[in-house]
């Protein structure tokens, strides 16, 4: 299996470019985000690399991360989600971005993309948002959220999502940190959350 690519950048397009690997020219389908985050022309680049295979046609894509080429192949295992389209995507979010959408069931800005249509968003978070995995995005909200200084708001959200609450309930019911209350400790920010949660 073709893992990735190392070569001379020869020519980039608008959403293609040509690594020279020995004599070979090889064309590389690649996201604007990857596109725009490659170094100039002549130069060396490795990009990770995933060949498609669509009836009688050949593609092959290029990530400059690894976890974008991850994505890529998860989005493409939605049904109805092609490369190409799977590629728009990654176009206009970047794989942190997207894990929020469909974490977040952000329907709205997937219709937003080109193909991407309201029964196609739906259709990616359903299979989707337990792919991408609630832990890992909490993960990050609280590695975020610390370098922000509101850590205690965010053990209280890590604590509704452990109890079974989607991550857009906790959010809503977690209040932010009141300035008259600096001392106020994540147990009783929870506490505070579960009593809003039990009036809904």
């Given at each position: ?98 894990k ?22 739906d ?21 975020q ?15 509704l ?39 809904y």
């Open positions: 299996m073709l893992e990735f690519l190392q070569g001379e950048l020869l020519s980039k397009s608008t959403n293609s470019v040509v690594v020279k690997v020995g004599g070979w020219g090889c064309r590389l389908y690649v996201s604007a985000l990857t596109l725009g985050g490659l170094p100039s022309l002549n130069e060396i680049v490795t990009l990770y690399t995933h060949l498609s295979f669509r009836e009688d046609q050949f593609s092959l894509f290029g990530f400059q991360k690894s976890e974008e080429k991850d994505t890529f192949i998860t989005l493409t295992s939605v049904s109805g989600i092609g490369p190409k389209l799977a590629l728009s995507i990654l176009s206009k979010y970047s794989v942190p971005d997207l929020r959408v469909i974490v977040l069931e952000d329907t709205t800005a997937l219709v937003g993309i080109s193909g991407v249509g309201k029964k196609t968003a259709r990616i978070i359903l299979e989707l948002k337990d792919k991408i995995g609630k832990q890992e995005f909490v993960d990050f909200t609280l590695t959220e610390k370098k922000e200084g509101i850590d205690v708001r965010s053990e209280a959200v890590a604590g999502l452990s109890l079974g609450y989607s991550l857009m309930e906790a959010q809503k019911a977690v209040p932010y940190q009141d300035p008259a209350e600096p001392n106020i400790t994540a147990e009783e920010m929870l506490r505070k959350a579960l009593r809003q949660l039990a009036k």
